[in-house]
């Protein structure tokens, strides 16, 4: 008889909440996902509606369970990944948040960051925690929250209310209200965390001023964290992996060893180089983070995100009306012999790393008479590797070049892209048959937590290659367009 043994992966993003059933081997049993409303209060706000994102988790936790249990599937654990830093305050007594999720998109909180990193705290918050000062990391929000609901700051120091991402939140509700945990990963993007020792940094909590009473426990990225509760669906079954959606597809693409480096490519591009047991301080702003901790050993990654590359194709389609679809951007791409001299510099919301440039904005240089909408799709599909290659940059010029590439995300279906990114990064790039890497490193945290695995060596083979590209372009070719990238990036660049 084949083995039926399955693992659920509950994947809480950004745009939607998904659930993915996971056979032992790693093939996709069945999927079920729920997108979920923006809110945008004002410019620069992103909030969403903490029951949205309850409710479409046991929407799609309900429907993929059910399906698999329909095939005969013996699903044993639960993983939970999500989108990182994004913060929840709730009340402990009556299960119900303090206020909308404040998004790590949210620009709100940018002042109080300003006014922390003029008093000179940028040293101290990037010595502990790993990360820059910026209102996307979690502290700022909860301090917002906390000043802004009347009443909170005493109901916290009282004890009265619970913090979390969202990972933690999920667990919580789902625990049925019994346990606060959140895990490495995840406490690692609060900016409150000091990730060399692995505990709340009573300093931070000082300076951003947040009560410790709100904070939940910080666990490992694997272990028996709790039985989903009677009356929800999947009742009964034991959460057993938890980890922040960045480093789950550091797992998925099996990136264990010091050099392995993984990029998601979706809306925007988040790159992640395996640095080992050292939690590398960054000189080029990328960020220090943790990659997932087991077996009481703490892995470190350094980090760089892209802000734009999904969603130059969505500007491209909908914004400037070139093309239908975002999958014609290959064909056009391919068209054309070349960029014919453009760049396009997708800042639409400034740069992200090595930049971190919020008053950037974006630009489309180099048209001539001869460009065609062609040129200009290519120019996006170009940027998105020149980012790459920037943050590269940065990762060798921080003593960790990355060694390998594994990519994914929706962007990676773009062979012409894939084969220009290694041709611009100079290295082969990998693409798994898993693309659902996310997921899947979830339901590896899961399977190793209840002992179906027994350690991340064990799950190595399980990653497997859909398509290698190696690099072809001449040295020159390379340089002299990073050259026109450069030129182009320094006409948009606010410092
Ligand atoms: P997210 O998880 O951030 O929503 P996905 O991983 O689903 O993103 O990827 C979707 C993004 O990839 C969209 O922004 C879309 O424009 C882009 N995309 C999808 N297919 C292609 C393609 N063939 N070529 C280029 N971009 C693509």
């Given at each position: 008889m084949s083995d039926k043994t399955a693992i659920l992966a509950i994947d809480q993003g950004t745009t939607s909440s998904r659930a993915i059933v996971f056979s032992?081997?790693?093939?996709?049993i069945s999927l079920a996902q729920q997108e979920i409303p923006q809110i945008y209060p004002k410019p620069g706000w992103v909030e969403h509606d903490p029951e949205e994102i309850w409710q479409s988790t046991c929407a799609v936790i309900e429907e993929a369970l059910g399906e698999a249990r329909e095939q005969g599937w013996n699903v044993l654990c639960a993983g939970i990944t999500n989108q990182r830093e994004t913060s929840i305050i709730w009340d402990r007594a009556s299960g119900q948040a303090i206020h909308n999720a404040i998004v790590w998109q949210d620009r709100r909180t940018a002042a109080i960051c300003a006014d922390l990193a003029a008093q000179g705290y940028e040293e101290v918050v990037n010595a502990r925690t790993g990360l820059v000062l910026d209102p996307y990391f979690s502290a700022s929000k909860i301090a917002w929250i906390l000043d802004e609901v009347p009443g909170a700051r005493g109901q916290a120091e009282a004890g009265e209310l619970a913090f979390g991402t969202v990972e933690s939140f999920l667990l919580w509700r789902l625990s049925g209200g019994e346990v606060h945990l959140s895990d490495a990963t995840n406490a690692s993007r609060t900016s409150l965390y000091d990730i060399h020792h692995g505990c709340w940094d009573e300093d931070l909590l000082e300076l951003f001023q947040v009560p410790g009473e709100l904070l939940p426990d910080v666990c490992p990225n694997?272990?028996?964290?709790?039985r989903i509760a009677t009356g929800l669906p999947g009742a009964g079954l034991l959460i057993t992996g938890m980890a922040g959606d960045q480093q789950a597809a550091a797992i998925g693409q099996a990136c264990f060893a010091p050099g392995d480096s993984k990029c998601t490519f979706g809306t925007g591009a988040f790159m992640l180089v395996n640095t080992g047991d050292r939690a590398v301080r960054s000189e080029h702003r990328l960020l220090s983070t943790i990659a997932w901790e087991l077996e009481g050993v703490r892995s470190y990654a350094l980090e760089g995100s892209i802000l734009s590359a999904g969603s130059t194709m969505q500007w491209l389609r909908d914004g400037l009306g070139v093309m239908d679809d975002a999958s014609m951007s290959e064909e056009m791409a391919r068209s054309v012999e070349d960029n014919g001299g453009v760049y396009l510099v997708p800042a639409f919301a400034g740069l992200g790393a090595p930049w971190w440039d919020a008053e950037a904005r974006g630009a489309l240089v180099g048209l001539s008479r001869g460009t065609g909408a062609s040129h200009i799709v290519r120019a996006g599909l170009e940027a998105v590797a020149y980012q790459c290659a920037d943050l590269m940059h940065a990762m060798k010029a921080d003593g960790i070049a990355p060694k390998s590439l594994n990519v994914d995300g929706g962007m990676t279906k773009n062979n012409w892209l894939m084969q220009f990114l290694t041709d611009i990064v100079d290295m082969p790039v990998a693409r798994p048959k898993i693309t659902e890497t996310t997921a899947f490193g979830a339901a590896v945290l899961a399977g190793i937590g209840i002992g179906l695995y027994e350690s991340l060596a064990d799950v190595k083979t399980l990653w497997q290659e859909d398509a290698q590209f190696k690099p072809t372009m001449d040295d020159s070719l390379r340089e002299e367009l990073l050259d026109g990238w450069q030129e182009a990036l320094g006409r948009v660049r606010s410092r």
């Open positions: 032992k081997s790693g093939e996709i694997a272990g028996k964290f709790t």
